[in-house]
Each structure stands twice: as C-alpha cells, then as structure tokens.
C-alpha cells in the first residue's frame, strides 16, 4: 500500500513541476509586458498623463489632459509654456490641479506667459485661493496687463484676500495702476477697487483711500470706490457725505454706484 501511494506520487510530479513552470512563464510574459508599458508612460509624459488623468478623472484639451499642460509649463521652450497656460486657462475650474504650477508660472521671464497664468487662475475662480501670495506678489510686475490680470484674479477670491489687504492697498493707490491698461478699458486701481469690495467688511482699513478715489479723475475707479464702500458696511460710514456728492457726479454708472453704496450704508445697523 506505502509502495503504491509512493509510486502514484511520482507519477504526478512531473504533471506538477510542467504547471509550475507554465505559470512561471506567463508571469515572466505578465512582468514583461508591465516593464514595456511603463517603459513607454515614462519615455511619453502625453501618454503617462492620459493615464493619470484617466485614474484622477481630470479633464481634457485638445486630447491632453490637465496633467500634460502642467508638465508642459517646466518646457525651456516659451511656446509651448505659452500654449499650456492658455490650454489650461480654457479648461477653467477643471486646472484647480494645476494652481501651484499657474503659481510658478507668475514668475516666468516671459511677459506673456505670466499675464496667460494670471488670466488662468481668474478662470479657475474661487479654487485659485492657493496662489493668492504669487497673486499678490505679481501686483508688483513690471508688465502693466500682468497687474491686471493679477487683479482680476484676485477679485474671485473674495474674503481669503483679507490677510493681503496692506499689499492690494499699496498697489490701489500706487500711480501706475491709475492708467489705462491697453486693451482694457480700465485700469488696475479700478479692478482693485472691486477687489477690495469683495474682501468686504475686513477692508475697513482701505475706507480712507476708497473715499479719496470718489473725486478720481476716472469714473470707473470712483464707480468701483463707491460699490467697495457699500460692500464695506457700517465701517464705512465715514463715507456717506462724499457718496452724497457722489449722486451729482456726471456719469451715470458712479450715480448708480453711489445710491447702491448709500442705501447699504444707511440700512446696515452698526456693529455693537
């Protein structure tokens, strides 16, 4: 009996020892293939971001994801960082992921690179938060549509600013800012004025400098004046005799402003 189980045993063996060898085989095959693969998402950044942003669920532009175009802003080559800050910029919130390389970007030494980021991360919106001190630091660029966008950005970030205030306050009353911006219609101290209105409450400290702006030369920068001290509140109500001026002034829009600024003024009951 001990002879036959012995006997069947080997019998068995060789059967045993061929399907091990079967499954070393394929796993060699298996391993092979993942070497190959990996070997290409490596050598081909387009094609290790398509994978990524398939697990990430990220979006799209012209069949690259958001992962490439920020892989694509550390290029030595100014057109292609170019081309990724404006492909990024037109996926809007879908490039939150890619807010500290838009950050980085305020930096390039390329003008139009930096103004493209800053116009971008307005375009991300709220979710830009992240880059608020590039944002800030970029109101100090040499480059006057790169202030502008910078601004612009900003205003999207609303009371997250407020920690800033003393910097946006220094480039609202900064004489640079007080021109035109071509192809703006506008210029930079009126696009900061709007963002110091969205900050809100906690920029009671720019209420001097606001209030100064409403006999500016520029009726967009005293419009804009006139809606961040409504937007203020009850702090601003040192504001209300020049807001009243402000209901004869010639342009319609800083009239609108001002009645909009009065009644907010007048109807918000003052902090204890």
Same mark, same amino acid.
């Given at each position: 009996?001990?002879?036959?189980?012995?006997?069947?045993?080997?019998?068995?063996?060789?059967?045993?020892?061929?399907?091990?060898?079967?499954?070393?085989?394929?796993?060699?095959?298996?391993?092979?293939?993942?070497?190959?693969?990996?070997?290409?998402?490596?050598?081909?950044?387009?094609?290790?971001?398509?994978?990524?942003?398939?697990?990430?669920?990220?979006?799209?532009?012209?069949?690259?994801?958001?992962g490439?175009w920020?892989?694509?802003?550390?290029s030595?080559?100014?057109?292609?960082?170019?081309?990724?800050?404006?492909?990024?910029?037109?996926?809007?919130?879908?490039?939150?992921? #890619?807010?500290?390389?838009?950050?980085? =970007? +305020? /930096? @390039?030494?390329?003008?139009? $690179? %930096?103004?493209?980021?800053? *116009? &971008? !991360?307005?375009?991300?919106?709220?979710?830009?938060?992240? #880059?608020?001190?590039?944002?800030?630091? =970029? +109101? /100090? @660029?040499?480059?006057?549509? $790169? %202030?502008?966008?910078?601004? *612009? &950005? !900003?205003?999207?970030?609303?009371?997250?600013?407020?920690?800033?205030?003393?910097?946006?306050?220094? =480039?609202?009353?900064?004489?640079?800012?007080?021109?035109?911006?071509?192809?703006?219609?506008?210029s930079?101290?009126?696009q900061?004025?709007?963002?110091?209105?969205?900050?809100?409450?906690?920029?009671?400290?720019?209420?001097?400098?606001?209030?100064?702006s409403?006999?500016?030369?520029?009726?967009?920068?005293?419009?804009?004046?006139?809606?961040?001290?409504?937007?203020?509140?009850?702090?601003a109500?040192?504001?209300?005799?020049?807001?009243?001026?402000?209901?004869?002034?010639?342009?319609?829009?800083?009239?609108?402003?001002?009645?909009?600024?009065?009644?907010l003024?007048?109807?918000?009951?003052?902090?204890?």
């Amino acid at each position: 009996m001990h002879s036959l189980t012995i006997h069947h045993i080997s019998i068995h063996l060789p059967h045993f020892h061929e399907a091990i060898m079967r499954r070393l085989r394929w796993l060699a095959i298996a391993a092979s293939i993942v070497c190959i693969i990996c070997a290409v998402l490596f050598a081909f950044p387009a094609s290790r971001y398509t994978v990524l942003a398939m697990v990430r669920g990220e979006s799209f532009h012209e069949n690259r994801p958001v992962g490439f175009w920020a892989y694509q802003l550390k290029s030595d080559n100014a057109e292609v960082r170019l081309e990724a800050v404006r492909a990024l910029g037109q996926l809007g919130s879908e490039s939150r992921r #890619a807010v500290p390389d838009l950050a980085a =970007a +305020l /930096k @390039d030494p390329d003008d139009t $690179v %930096r103004l493209n980021a800053a *116009l &971008a !991360l307005y375009k991300v919106g709220p979710e830009a938060v992240e #880059a608020m001190d590039e944002l800030v630091d =970029a +109101l /100090k @660029d040499p480059h006057p549509q $790169v %202030r502008m966008n910078s601004a *612009l &950005a !900003l205003t999207q970030l609303g009371p997250a600013c407020a920690p800033f205030i003393p910097a946006i306050l220094e =480039a609202y009353q900064n004489d640079e800012n007080g021109s035109h911006v071509a192809p703006f219609h506008h210029s930079v101290r009126q696009q900061l004025g709007r963002a110091l209105g969205r900050i809100g409450p906690a920029a009671k400290s720019a209420v001097p400098a606001l209030i100064a702006s409403l006999t500016d030369g520029d009726a967009g920068v005293r419009a804009t004046a006139a809606f961040a001290l409504g937007r203020i509140g009850p702090d601003a109500g040192s504001a209300i005799p020049s807001l009243e001026l402000c209901l004869n002034d010639d342009e319609q829009i800083v009239r609108d402003s001002a009645k909009t600024a009065l009644k907010l003024l007048k109807t918000t009951p003052a902090a204890n």
